[in-house]
């Protein structure tokens, strides 16, 4: 089997065997992704020789002795929302194009640090807005089962490079579901770590108090592994949790519903919902069960008003967080020819440089905070944010974990919903909680749906700093459906 | 400007004040990274991602400014919030890097507090309705135009190491009833604030470099009305003595407005330091919405009670109760003792009688000689280049009789001069009393000879002409001389008793 087609974990294992040498594993991507990029468009910005570089200096460092963990020499790809100090950081906006920041994340610094390779950084919707890369200021990114169709978004070129072999790995945010409905419309594993497990210093922020970064990878385990790597406490980040990341690696390595409690929310399924991913997500209900676990109903009555909540929460706080898009200090300046005024110039260059969706949301985010209006928009829907917290807790005194399916559909055309921003945003309508509560929650291929032969996600949400627990369905899950299909579902997706 | 004369505006109109203070903390680094706060470094060099708001970057507050605020919000007698939370203010400008300010809104660390001042001998009780902390913006400088302002500028700079640094805003209750003490009600609010600031510690309270700047809030009702009238905001008041005459010019401004049947623009105006007036900056009917939020990047701040109660019991000596206890220790008048308070000189005899000096003498040199030398060079008695410790040393040197008065304001101007310490002065000038009596006896004899006339005079009985003979001495001897103990020997040698 090629390079491109192992694992993460297996990677890892041969460079530390040197069986291969991370500038191998890195050529063979680099190699596969000039094949298919023309097609996929899952990068933004790719430099071959900073990547090569990179893996000659991982190379050193182990022939040096260094022990660098499980992922030392894999490469992985970056959405283009984290800052890299040696490729550009652009958010898929104009207003930023060109941007090489000073800094790294701190994701990025810790993935660099345990010796992983950035192969290149990733298409996603301006400043993350958005769930099917269509709102990219650099053009749209191909699932890579059908081109025609959305990868998913925001963080779509994570999932479609990964999907289509051009990357073991990649990062993601999900601030309303970026992770997880991505990596379900394109058969791949995404995870949302618990809000605060994942530091999102140097990340650029769409809606801070939602925006958590995660880890992309075509099976549970890799997932875990990775996202072992770059979690934990940031000094940097005031709100990084101060504990020890959640057993993870552990939990993907030992899948087991035997005994465990799962809930299915009531409130997720029926008019809007595909028939093929609900009967995909059944035959996922039954699996559990016939795996050991106790599957209930529950009912969370809150859960309808997430949508409506967030689309006031996530715009407020980006209302506020684009303000810095300023053309004073970094990235595009418009109208600065010496007659017109700093403020003259501030207009412009934000007139030119965002995108429609982006525009959009700063316009509700500013209005649901305006004097007079803010006690009926930003604060109603911070209560709103507690009562779903409520029914979370409810629902975790009765189960271990909730399921549901991970978006109402499969990928969906590209076009088919760019005129109708309530379409579009409806494919987070199952993601969303999770954010308005920083829950943790994953998403596991479970199988193709019948209509179209798209692949389908299993949503497993878990309470505050039980990521393990999706770790341990999902793996559980994975283990049992891929020796039903006799491999990853990904070998039913059609060659590039 | 026409304006209604101070008197007449005071007779017809009651003043109602408020006074917002902002203080930079003097913390070694910024409020939310770990950028340095040095004063006058060149510009941009105390910069980060995070101050200048680069995308991704994040703040982290500074725990010493937390406990800087708690404690000033203790020294004003404020309760402090069990739990509060950072704010975003949101507005537009190039010298505010995130385009928004992280800033506290309706929940401040402190609250509901007071300052009691003291004008005239008369306790004043200033009510605290907040103190909170935020950061300071950057600053413009804008360059062209003859004002300096933006208006008309050709173009600006921003020098962001401001950027970020510590600021709490402490805010008055409208403050009534001070009537026409009220120029007075605000310098004293403004003074004793600074010097609560220095005794904690917190602050450098320079007003010239910006790290104490203060607004005042001016109105005026028709007396005989219990109804507020539209107030004004006036920035850009950079010493104690401009807060005096910003309150003033306010009064007489709006006075003569109101009495022509005009209308106050609530509106921020800008003091001028040069006119002593105020001019109309922006108006609040273009004024922002600041469209406040919680800000999502910090968590809420939940002091300890331990260790606010602890805080607490560490505050220092209060100023006004330090001067009342040092009034009666040193038994000053309440006279004595504003006019040193008004001098800043009550640290500088503190320290010198702590260094031995009588209180008495400490207070005649400090607002006397230096008082003027100070005036002279147009500097504070604290930057003058002489310690209380060279001064308790002259006062030792007059009470062990080895200068006099003239001697020892020869010896400061020779420290002043950067001669070095007063003993090093003496020794290098020669100016210790002459105690030889051999010495003083060859002077007076000198003297003598040479104005027999005068010495015949006070043989036949006028006494009073000894007064010449003395002076002659002293000049002969330089000023080096007893004069008290040449008189006596000038008497004994004519024979004549007193």
Known sequence: MSLIHKTAAELGALIAAGETSSAEVAEAHLDRMAEVEPKVKAFLHVDREVTLAQARAVDARLAAGEKLGPLAGVPIAHKDIFSTHDMPTTAASKILEGWRPPYDATVTARLRAAGLVILGKTNLDEFAMGSSTENSAYGDSHNPWDLTRTPGGSSGGSSAAVAAYEAPLSTGTDTGGSIRQPASVTGIVGMKPTYGGSSRYGVIAFASSLDTPGPFARNVLDTALLHEVFSGHDPMDSTSIDAPVPAVVEAARHGDVQGMRIGVVKEFGGEGYQQGVLNRFHDAVELLESLGAKVVEVSCPTFTTALPAYYLIAPSECSSN???????????????????????????????????????????????????????????????????????????????????????????????????????????????????????????????????????????MAPVLGDDRCYRVAAAVEKALESRWGGPLLKEAPAL | MTVMAFDEALGRFEPVLGLETHVELGTASKMFCGC????????????????????????????????????????????????????????????????????????????????????????????????????????????????????????????????????????????????????????????ELREIMRALGVSDVRMEEGSMRCDVNVSLMPRGSSEWGTRTETKNVNSLRSVERAVRSEIERQAHILAEGGKIIQETRHFHEDTGTTTPGRSKEEAQDYRYFPEPDLVPIAPDAAWVARLKAELPELPLVKRKRLQAEWGVSDLDMQAMHNADAIDLVEATVAAGAPAAD?????????????????????????????????????????LNDKLARQVLEGVLAGEGTPDAVVAARGLEIVNDEGELSAIIDEVLAGNADVADKIRSGKIAAVGALVGGVMKASRGKADAGRARQLILEKLGVSE
């Open chain 2, 362 to 402: 400490a207070r005649k040199w400090w607002m006397g000689e230096l008082a003027r030398r100070a005036n002279e060079s147009a500097t504070t008695l604290a930057d003058l280049p002489i310690t209380p410790a060279d001064i308790a040393r002259v006062t030792e040197l007059v009470a062990s009789g080895s």
């Open chain 1, 322 to 460: 684009l303000a810095r898009f300023d053309a004073m200090r970094y990235g595009l300046r418009v109208g600065d020819d010496g007659t017109r005024s700093a403020e003259e110039v501030m207009a412009l260059t934000r007139a030119a440089g965002f995108g429609p969706e982006v525009k959009r949301r700063i316009m509700l985010g500013t209005y649901a905070l305006s004097s007079g209006y803010y006690d009926a928009y930003y604060g109603q829907a911070q209560k709103v944010r507690t009562l779903i917290s409520r029914d979370f807790e409810a629902a975790y005194q009765q189960v271990d974990v909730l399921i549901s399916p991970t978006t109402p559909t499969t990928a969906f055309k590209l076009g088919e919903r760019t005129g109708d921003p309530m379409a579009m945003y409806l494919a987070d309508l199952c993601t969303i909680p999770s954010n308005l509560t920083g829950n943790a929650a994953i998403s596991v291929p479970c199988g193709l749906a019948d209509e179209d032969d798209l692949p389908v996600g299993l949503q497993i």
């Open chain 2, 36 to 191: 340095k706060t040095t004063f006058g470094a060149a510009p941009n060099t105390q910069v980060c991602p995070t101050c200048l708001a680069f995308p991704g970057a994040l703040p982290v507050a500074n725990e010493a400014a937390i406990e800087s605020t708690i404690r000033i919000g203790l020294a004003l007698n404020c309760s402090i919030a069990e739990w509060c939370r950072f704010a975003r203010k949101n507005y537009f400008y190039p010298d505010m890097p995130k385009n928004y300010q992280i800033s506290q809104y309706d929940e401040p660390l402190c609250f509901d507090g007071y300052l009691d001042v003291e004008v005239d001998g008369e306790t004043v009780r200033v009510e605290i309705e907040r103190v909170h902390l935020e950061e300071d913006t950057g600053k413009s400088t804008h360059v062209g135009g003859a004002t300096g302002r933006i208006q008309g500028a050709d173009y600006s700079i921003v020098d962001y190491n401001r950027a970020g640094i510590p600021l709490v805003e402490i805010v008055t209750k409208p403050i009534p009833g001070t009537d026409r003490m009220a120029p007075e009600v605000a310098k004293a609010y403004a003074t």
